[in-house]
């Protein structure tokens, strides 16, 4: 459920009291494989985005920053320069320091192989890579995707999808909905956005998914009494709002996990949970700090929900990654030693949704920005503000040069960076994970921690 500002005022206090309360996990069972695995990726996390959520959702009373729940379980990094393929010259060669995108990262970790970017679970050649979430299927193993982008996105597709474009996202959803037809749904729990792909004018692929025996859910409320085995949920025409700009009938990263988990565990088989926070990325690649703080927000409460279901039982290795770095995200600025989260503490929307607001109506950029952030706007800041363009990227650039100065950020990209991510690991099969790793190496590490 989206937060208020009141509640996020509270973040800190709670973080601080699970940081106490928490007991490490089960680390192995032997060499029993896991009967569950969780597979958790932050898209464009890095750990600058995580230490910028630990300082926002620090406790301000205590002396030292409290960590995340995940932290606990850090067990290395890994790297993403590695895996691009370069085929311009008619033969596939790697680029050892060129960096990933969603698609071929993605891919490295649902099959173990590399491809070339933009590319979902098929070789270089188009062949298609089978994938962990496949195998599980064939196990008998249940299976379920999350994420708050589209469910027809390159990270999610990328484990129950093969194309060589992972733009033809109208395409993803009809190979989902092939598997229909041939009465093997690989996909038993599919929750996110992306309605438009899976409804295209006439052609309305949710009844078709209704038609296998899903329940469709549209809502949060619809979400939460779900009791199907078998569950659709498109919660918005493509990806879903930023956390902080939700209202209530659309679910959180952790409601849609919570769900998840309790639906998939009905298997006595066990179950392969993907769940991705899509739109660290997102607001990352627009500088947006608020953005990556709300995101980061959403992703951290489907990671306590993950781990509050593992900690109950010696079953289930839990993987948190991410599949890159985007942005270039830095700590500090102009030669000043500090990074303060003080003005993102009680905002109660994201540029974001300030920009639509702004696009959308007459009313000057200065009203609305004050009325969604907890300081008083300097007369220069107010300037700046209303002399602003009223096209989107003009906003989007303003707002984020504000909050950047406010709070001490700097980025050096637009794009994806080669900065290596953070790798946290609990559970049976835990030990073949650690140093810095390959984003293949991981994928191979989990397809042989689970289906050896």
């Not at 309605?195 to 998914?209: P, Q, S, T, Y």
């Not at 959403?298 to 039982?313: P, Y």
């Amino acid at each position: 459920m989206n937060m208020t500002p009141l509640a996020r005022a509270a973040v800190p206090a709670f973080f601080a009291l699970l940081a106490l309360v928490a007991s490490p996990l089960p680390a192995d069972a032997g060499n029993t494989p896991p009967r569950n695995v969780i597979f958790m990726v932050g898209d464009g996390m890095s750990f600058a985005h995580v230490k910028a959520y630990r300082m926002y959702a620090d406790d301000p009373s205590t002396d030292l920053v409290e960590p995340l729940p995940m932290e606990q379980y850090l067990v290395g990094a890994v790297s993403t320069d590695s895996i691009r393929l370069d085929c311009s010259s008619g033969d596939c060669v790697r680029l050892p320091h060129g960096f990933t995108d969603s698609a071929s990262s993605a891919t490295a970790y649902a099959t173990g192989h590399d491809t070339i970017v933009g590319h979902l679970s098929v070789t270089g050649a188009g062949k298609p890579l089978k994938t962990i979430l496949e195998r599980a299927h064939e196990r008998g193993k249940s299976t379920g995707l999350v994420a708050t982008s589209e469910v027809t996105h390159a990270t999610p597709a990328a484990f129950a999808g093969h194309i060589t474009d992972r733009d033809q996202q109208g395409m993803i959803a009809d190979q989902y909905v092939e598997a229909l037809v041939l009465k093997d749904p690989v996909v038993d729990v599919l929750l996110g956005g992306g309605r438009k792909h899976l409804v295209r004018g006439e052609n309305d692929l949710m009844a078709e998914f209704r038609g296998a025996g899903y329940e469709i859910l549209q809502n949060r409320d619809e979400l939460m009494v779900s009791q199907a085995d078998r569950l659709l949920g498109v919660f918005a025409e493509q990806g879903l709002p930023r956390a902080w700009d939700r209202t209530p009938e659309i679910p959180s990263l952790a409601d849609m996990t919570s769900v998840a988990l309790r639906t998939l565990n009905r298997n006595e088989r066990g179950f392969f949970l993907m769940v991705e926070g899509s739109q660290i990325d997102w607001a990352a690649h627009k500088h947006s700090v608020p953005g990556v703080v709300s995101e980061m927000e959403d992703f951290v409460g489907a990671i306590r929900e993950v781990l509050e279901f593992a900690g109950q039982r010696d079953d289930t290795l839990v993987v948190i990654t991410a599949d890159h770095e985007t942005g270039g995200m830095a700590l500090g600025r102009d030669n000043i030693y500090y990074w303060d989260a003080t003005p993102l503490r009680g905002m109660v929307h994201t540029p974001k949704h300030m920009t639509q607001q702004f696009l959308s109506t007459e009313e000057p950029l200065s009203s609305i920005v004050a009325r969604n952030v907890p300081f008083k706007l300097t007369p220069v800041e107010v300037t700046e503000l209303d002399a602003t363009y009223d096209d989107d990227r003009s906003v989007r650039k303003t707002l984020a040069k504000l909050f950047n100065r406010r709070t001490f950020t700097a980025w050096s990209s637009n794009g994806h960076t080669g900065a290596d991510v953070p790798l946290y690991v609990v559970g049976p099969g835990s030990e073949q994970f650690g140093g810095v790793m390959q984003n293949e190496d991981l994928g191979q590490a989990l397809q042989e921690a689970f289906l050896p």
